[in-house]
């Protein structure tokens, strides 16, 4: 077992513990399946040392992002400003031009058919 995926499953498990999964049929909570995971892998003989590196990883996260900065006000994993401003661009980047405020007047202008994707052909007889 990779200790990266581990603590992925143990950090989502600490911010979504409530839902409940069937692993091999057996219903298990979400708050409990890095544990879980970890019995199956002591059951088929796996060594659950790679799996404590991951429970270890995904717990620093969590007390680094979300119990340290409630209790002490520090925030050591803050996203640094230049990234939240490129990002934001590259998200506003992919938008499509026709979605948003005045699409409508812009398709009319740009189409010319009132703003409908497929205009009628005129019946000439």
């Known amino acids: ?3 990266y995926l581990f603590s992925i499953i143990y950090v989502w498990s600490k911010f979504v513990p409530d839902v409940q999964i069937s692993i091999w049929g057996f219903p298990v909570q979400s708050m409990y ?3 879980v995971l970890m019995g199956f892998h ?10 404590l590196i991951g429970v270890a990883t995904g717990h620093t996260y969590v007390y ?7 209790s002490h006000g520090y925030d ?4 640094p400003g230049f990234m939240e401003t490129l990002v934001g661009k590259l998200n506003n980047m992919g938008q499509d031009p026709r979605r948003g405020p ?4 812009r398709m009319h ?4 058919n009132n703003g409908q994707a497929d205009p ?6």
């Open 42 to 51: 002591l059951f088929t003989g796996g060594n659950p040392f790679n799996d």
């Open 1 to 3: 077992q990779n200790p």
């Open 76 to 79: 050591v994993l803050k996203t």
């Open 102 to 105: 005045g699409a409508r007047a």
């Open 120 to 125: 009628q052909p005129n019946d000439q007889q």
């Open 109 to 112: 202008n740009l189409n010319n």
């Open 33 to 35: 399946l890095p544990w």
């Open 64 to 70: 680094l992002k979300t119990i340290l900065p409630d």
